[in-house]
T-cell receptor, first 111, second 113 residues
Framework: GNSVTQMEGPVTLSEEAFLTINCTYT??????LFWYVQYPGEGLQLLLK?????DKGSNKGFEATYRKETTSFHLEKGSVQVSDSAVYFC??????????FGKGTMLLVSP | ETGVTQTPRHLVMGMTNKKSLKCEQH?????MYWYKQSAKKPLELMFV???????ENNSVPSRFSPECPNSSHLFLHLHTLQPEDSALYLC????????????FGPGTRLTVT
């Protein structure tokens, strides 16, 4: 079956630090990969996606590259802001499945 | 209203009560989803509807009863809940079932006393 593994949180950073949140997956077929973000008190929002190997998704300064050889989709941002504090979810969909989410990684950014 | 809305935002109910959660999407989508989000557990998909037809019920206890009268509205009817059912219930929609781009509502925070 499909599964997503994310690094445990919380990840605590100072403003302007570099961010990496690791995500690896197991899937049948050729999955599409996603990062969702959940700000406090809100539902999840799609942050970025990649649909095939070597694709790079990007949005709001965040990037993630679909690495088939390592079955990974790590989220990166060069300089985080306090407003980036949220929970980040890696997810995949494959074939006729529904979305499979990781457990989420909380990011806390201090001024 | 735009996007996906959910009411109420907060709900406290006793174990013998009956209540309903409402979700409405204004995106013209054809698939709608109920998720349960509990602390320290992965997001759990509960039900999926595609063109008003239920396509998935992920072994959800019968005390949760979904209803989808049209592609824009989704309800979750609750009765005789247990304290462990306390969670954030999220509604989502997508153009069709099986798409990874889903749009979520803000959720209903449910507390069962």
């Amino acid at each position: 079956g499909n599964s997503v593994t994310q690094m445990e949180g919380p990840v605590t950073l100072s403003e302007e630090a570099f961010l990496t949140i690791n995500c690896t997956y197991t899937a049948t077929g050729y999955p599409s990969l996603f990062w969702y973000v959940q700000y406090p008190g809100e539902g999840l929002q799609l942050l970025l996606k990649a649909t095939k190997a070597d694709d790079k998704g990007s949005n709001k300064g965040f990037e993630a590259t679909y690495r088939k050889e390592t079955t990974s989709f790590h989220l990166e941002k060069g300089s985080v802001q306090v407003s980036d504090s949220a929970v980040y979810f890696c997810a995949l969909i494959s074939g006729y499945s529904t979305l499979t989410f990781g457990k989420g990684t909380m990011l806390l950014v201090s001024p | 209203e735009t996007g996906v809305t959910q009411t109420p935002r907060h709900l406290v109910m006793g174990m013998t009560n009956k209540k309903s959660l409402k979700c409405e999407q204004h995106l013209g989508h054809n698939a709608m989803y109920w998720y349960k989000q509990s602390a320290k557990k992965p997001l759990e998909l509960m039900f999926v509807y595609n063109f008003k037809e239920q396509t998935e019920n992920n072994s959800v206890p019968s005390r949760f009863s979904p209803e989808c009268p049209n592609s824009s509205h989704l309800f979750l009817h609750l009765h005789t809940l247990q304290p462990e059912d306390s969670a954030l219930y999220l509604c989502a929609s997508s153009q069709y079932r099986g798409q990874g781009e889903q749009y979520f509502g803000p959720g209903t925070r449910l507390t069962v006393t």
